[in-house]
């Protein structure tokens, strides 16, 4: 018999409250005169804020809901703030994205708020099937939201390659699924743990081939090497605000499932996959950078610069050791700030249309707008590695993992990676502060909700580099 008590539900809250505004957006925007549709977004808004509000009740709680299909852990509640802390600040720069170009919110907050909830699922997984449950109600969101623009062939095309090569990597997660528990004969990831545990020694061939599968499934999301095809052109298609969304909500969704499957429930046998975790760590930070030098689009850079992180953060799961979890889920905090700060910049720099993505755009912007001139700085030296700044002390927490588990070269192809990035972020800084501005590409004003936004990036950025510590100790 099942049982299903209010702990079960206060388990799965935040979601349950961001499903419930999601529906009743989608309803009411119906009914809605077309001059009101803004306030959808602010409604949207403050059910994140009250999804937030609820996380907090499960701080320092751990316990498994819904028999074993959801579990409530530093992990889960950590990701719950990050996901509903990056819908909230992507929902601020659409306010402002939505004057240079139309969107219609009826759709377009709803499916931002249900990507949302598919993210929750993810990071709360206790099951295979949550996991998947997740993944999907994210990806069919995310298919939609990068083809808004309906009226360009970019972002057409872009939803078009997201869904086809989405369920696609969706086949092998599934074959893998499926084979793991042919092996166990279960889905339960406790389950999952015991297993591997009990056969370290003598693994089945299937349960190593589903493990592989599932980690070609989520290493599209992640955009690893050479899963990452998709990802340039769904970035530069997609409308920038979904973007950024993708860039960081579906990367950090994507790696708290590796978290839960690979890290955590297959830690006895991880010996099997260093090899593996290795060579596409290496790949992913080499191929991203290399090929980012040579963008000149904004969006596309950024798309490859997603990829090299993706390779940083693998990394952390490559050592397996007790740092590599918090190290993990600092970067994630880390690269939400940089990241997001950076395409709020770029999404009021580049105009109505998008027609000025092109670094050259960015020329003179460091005079013309001081304060989104310097945010872009310290986004570009964050993502670099620069001190005092969060992406420095998060690649300090990686490598330091790393190190305590013996990949001396996996380090030292990192650092290589790591000088490497410096040129094309500092091209950005160069056009800001060191070339004359093109005479129609000045931004005149900052539209509030990219400067709250900025401003929120700005101070995340160097009180994680400043004192990181702080979250350290919360998540140790």
């Known amino acids: 018999m099942i049982s299903i008590t209010g702990k079960d539900f206060l388990a799965i809250l935040p979601a349950i409250i961001v499903t419930l505004f999601g529906i009743y957006l989608m309803v009411h925007g119906v009914f809605l005169k077309e001059k009101k549709h803004r306030t959808i977004l602010y409604l949207a808004l403050g059910g994140l804020v009250l999804a937030i509000v609820s996380n907090f009740f499960l701080i320092g709680e751990s316990f498994t809901a819904f028999n074993g299909m959801v579990k ?4 889960s509640v950590f990701f719950n703030f990050l996901f509903l802390a990056t819908s909230a600040l992507t929902l601020l720069i659409s306010l ?5 170009q139309h969107i219609e919110f009826v759709e377009y907050s709803p499916l931002i708020l249900f990507a949302t909830v598919g993210m929750m699922l993810m990071g709360s997984a206790e099951s295979l099937m949550t996991v998947f449950l997740g993944l999907e ?27 086809l090569l989405g369920a696609f ?6 074959y893998g699924i499926a084979l793991t528990y042919g092996s166990v004969g279960s889905t339960n990831l406790s389950e999952i743990t015991n297993y591997f545990t009990a056969n370290s020694l003598n693994l089945n061939l299937l349960s190593l081939l589903g493990l592989g ?17 998709w990802t340039p052109d769904v970035y530069q298609g997609s409308p920038m605000p979904v973007t950024a969304f993708m860039a960081v909500g579906a990367k950090a969704a994507g790696f708290t499932a590796i978290i839960r499957v690979i890290s955590l429930s297959a830690s006895q046998i991880s010996f099997e996959l260093t090899e593996v975790l290795w060579v596409l760590a290496v790949l992913t930070m080499t191929i991203g950078n290399i090929i980012a030098l040579v963008q000149n689009d904004i969006k596309r850079m950024l798309a490859y610069s997603s990829i090299a992180h993706a390779g940083y953060i693998l990394v952390g799961v490559v050592a397996a050791n007790d740092l590599s979890i918090p190290g993990i889920l600092f970067y994630l905090a880390a690269y939400l700030f940089m990241n997001l700060g950076a395409f709020a910049i770029a999404s009021s720099v580049s105009g109505k249309n998008e027609r000025r993505v092109k670094i050259e755009y960015f020329r003179g912007l460091g005079f013309s707008q001081p304060m989104m001139g310097f945010a872009m700085a310290l986004c570009m ?5 620069f001190p005092p700044t969060a992406g420095f002390m998060g690649k300090f927490y990686l490598f330091s993992a790393a190190l305590q588990s013996g990949f001396v070269w996996l380090v030292i192809i990192g650092v ?3 000088l490497l990035s410096v040129y094309y972020y500092i091209r950005v800084i160069v056009a800001m502060y060191m070339e004359k501005p093109l005479d129609d590409t000045l931004v005149t004003q900052v539209v509030p909700g990219v400067g709250l936004v900025i401003l929120i990036s700005i101070i995340g950025i160097l ?14």
């Not at 990597?169 to 599934?174: E, M, S, V, Y």
């Not at 599968?213 to 095809?229: D, N, Q, R, S, T």
């Not at 030296?381 to 590695?385: E, R």
């Open 72 to 75: 409530v852990d530093r992990i």
């Open 96 to 100: 402002s994205y939505s004057e240079q």
């Open 137 to 163: 109600t994210m990806s069919i969101a995310l298919y939609v939201l990068a083809g808004f623009r309906r009226t360009h062939r970019e972002s057409l095309e872009a939803a078009l390659k997201y869904f």
């Open 169 to 174: 990597a969706t086949g092998f997660l599934l």
């Open 213 to 229: 599968l599932m980690l070609i499934g989520f290493g599209f999301k992640v955009a690893l090497v050479p899963f990452h095809m």
């Open 381 to 385: 030296f964050s993502l670099a590695g």
């Open 416 to 418: 290589l990676n790591s």
């Open 463 to 476: 009180y994680l580099g400043i004192f990181p510590g702080n979250l350290m100790a919360i998540m140790n």
